[in-house]
């Protein structure tokens, strides 16, 4: 946390509370509707992270409406990208924040930047903007499936042939030779942050390790419902264990794993 913590304020992301049991809540933009938490978990024991293709939760996206702008304060700060930025259709410049983790930055172009300013400006939205995050799977099919058991819906999908590879050497990835599969796009009902489910075929996603690594956290009303709707549609779930969090306080903690990475699903006590 003593590296981590100080990393993300350099981003705008701010703390909420204070450190407990070595973890610790930092809050991002602000935005008319939900807007997601980051919650750092101090793990000394923690192995190392994998390409920005291997299976598992492998980059958080930021989306910024002036990149070059951003790019100068992370510069200024310290921070300098893992490949010089680039991009057609919209520009990317990624970042490994002290254990290897890739957060990014992504400005789009015409015509997609128009529909993201008026939302902004509807939403009321201000910096960091928190985006999307990242889902590496070896089996896409699985992974659609049962981000529908979770309650998320389609925002688009992104079928081989359309994803930008001119976007990918911002990560260490090559644009040539390249190849992803499948791309989905997705978000709860209510919620503006959104989930990108990828099977990549070359570089291929496989499993290294790194799919432990992280966690998305859901709230739910009834975490026994939820768990038990997640698998009935085949996927391996984890009895509710009780855990204390910073700031929230005790909460019931139930998972269900999607080709390997671990999705939460919680109620606090304090939800009522």
Same mark, same amino acid.
């Given at each position: 946390?003593?590296?981590?913590?100080?990393?993300? #304020?350099?981003?705008?992301?701010?703390?909420?509370?204070?450190? #407990?049991?070595?973890?610790?809540?930092?809050?991002?933009?602000?935005?008319?509707?939900?807007?997601?938490?980051?919650?750092?978990?101090?793990?000394?024991?923690?192995?190392?992270?994998?390409?920005?293709?291997?299976?598992?939760?492998?980059?958080?996206?930021?989306?910024?409406?002036?990149?070059?702008?951003? !790019?100068?304060?992370?510069?200024?700060?310290?921070?300098?990208?893992?490949?010089?930025?680039?991009?057609?259709?919209?520009? !990317?410049?990624?970042?490994?924040?002290?254990?290897?983790?890739?957060?990014?930055?992504?400005?789009?172009?015409?015509? !997609?930047?128009?529909?993201?300013?008026?939302?902004?400006?509807?939403?009321?939205?201000?910096?960091?903007?928190?985006?999307?995050?990242?889902?590496?799977?070896?089996?896409?099919?699985?992974?659609?499936?049962?981000?529908?058991?979770?309650g998320f819906v389609k925002v688009y999908d992104a079928p081989p042939q359309q994803p930008q590879y001119d976007m990918l050497p911002p990560f260490g990835i090559p644009e040539k030779g390249s190849v992803i599969k499948h791309i989905r796009m997705c978000k709860l009902k209510d919620d503006s942050f959104c989930a990108v489910l990828m099977e990549w075929t070359a570089p291929r996603t496989v499993h290294r390790g790194a799919e432990k690594l992280n966690s998305m956290t859901i709230a739910v009303d009834d975490v026994a419902s939820a768990l038990a709707k997640v698998s009935a549609a085949g996927l391996p779930t984890e009895e509710p264990v009780r855990r204390r969090y910073p700031v929230l306080g005790d909460a019931l903690v139930g998972a269900a794993l999607v080709d390997g990475s671990r999705v939460e699903l919680c109620r606090f006590d304090r939800m009522g």
């Open positions: 946390l003593e590296a981590s913590v100080p990393w993300y #304020e350099k981003w705008g992301l701010v703390r909420v509370g204070k450190a #407990e049991g070595g973890m610790q809540f930092l809050q991002a933009g602000k935005h008319a509707k939900w807007t997601p938490r980051v919650l750092l978990l101090e793990d000394a024991d923690m192995g190392e992270r994998g390409g920005s293709f291997e299976a598992g939760m492998t980059r958080l996206c930021v989306y910024t409406a002036d990149i070059a702008r951003d !790019i100068k304060k992370l510069s200024a700060a310290g921070l300098e990208p893992i490949a010089p930025p680039a991009g057609s259709a919209g520009k !990317i410049s990624a970042y490994r924040d002290p254990d290897g983790f890739v957060v990014y930055l992504i400005m789009f172009h015409m015509p !997609i930047a128009p529909i993201l300013w008026c939302m902004r400006m509807y939403f009321r939205v201000s910096d960091p903007q928190l985006f999307h995050w990242t889902i590496n799977v070896t089996k896409i099919e699985t992974a659609l499936h049962a981000f529908d058991a979770f």
